[in-house]
Antibody, heavy 122, light 108 residues
Framework: QVQLQESGPGLVKPSETLSLTCTVS??????????WTWIRQLPGKGLEFLGY???????YYNPSLHSRVTMSVDTSKNIFSLKLTSVTASDTAVYYC??????????????WGQGTMVTVSS | EILLTQSPGTLSLSPGQRATLSCRAS???????LVWYQQKPGQAPRLLIY???TRATDIPDRFSGSGSGTDFTLTISRLEPEDFAVYYC?????????FGQGTTVEIK
């Protein structure tokens, strides 16, 4: 079965770039169907959908991120990545990567990574 | 952007009781594009229900979803100890996809 694992620095300085990678195991990322997705959870709060990337490189980003976000995919390594620029303390959150299942028109996050805490602080 | 409002914020119940959670959308969701997730402390959310009423793989039948348009409900028929958690609804009826703020089901 497919498993996802986030990795990256747990501490980022304000105004710098947050970079995370999600390693996919148990299945190829480079196949039609799923979207590879990033979601975050602010401390003690709810969930925010950040965007997704398709294996072809097509992306969708949540407009709330104001062009600060970039996602990429490397099918040869079975990974996808998130970059968030000009971070502030309000970007402190648990970041999850997830698979969006798209069968029959549905769009559901059916497989999740365990999440990685990223703190923005000097 | 479609906003989802969940109620109540917290539900205090005992094991064996029935839980009824509500999710209201600010616009009608065609094709019942509404999903429910369960999240326990320190864990990622887990997919429960999609298409408003279809249980995901391996989800017990005590969990059921209903509703259409703007009003949706998650029902847990008889609470088991492992069901005490936070429940989120999420839509994919428009862009961006958004989540409700969550309902905590706690042990009374």
């Amino acid at each position: 079965q497919v498993q996802l694992q986030e990795s990256g620095p747990g501490l980022v300085k304000p105004s710098e770039t947050l970079s995370l990678t999600c390693t996919v195991s148990g299945g190829p990322i480079g196949r039609s169907g799923p979207y590879w997705t990033w979601i975050r959870q602010l401390p003690g709060k709810g969930l925010e959908f950040l965007g997704y990337i398709y294996y072809s490189g097509t992306t969708y980003y949540n407009p709330s991120l104001h062009s600060r976000v970039t996602m990429s995919v490397d099918t040869s390594k079975n990974i996808f990545s998130l970059k968030l620029t000009s971070v502030t303390a309000s970007d402190t959150a648990v970041y999850y990567c997830a698979r969006t299942k798209t069968d029959n028109g549905i769009r559901v996050f059916d497989v999740w990574g365990q999440g990685t805490m990223v703190t923005v602080s000097s | 952007e479609i906003l989802l409002t969940q109620s109540p914020g917290t539900l205090s119940l005992s094991p064996g009781q029935r839980a009824t959670l509500s999710c209201r959308a600010s616009q009608s969701l065609s094709n019942s594009q509404l999903v429910w997730y369960q999240q326990k402390p320190g864990q990622a959310p887990r997919l429960l229900i999609y298409g408003a009423s279809t249980r995901a793989t391996d989800i017990p039948d005590r969990f059921s979803g209903s509703g259409s348009g703007t009003d949706f409900t998650l029902t847990i028929s008889r609470l088991e100890p492992e069901d005490f958690a936070v429940y989120y609804c999420q839509h994919y009826g428009g862009s961006p996809w958004t989540f409700g703020q969550g309902t905590t089901v706690e042990i009374k």
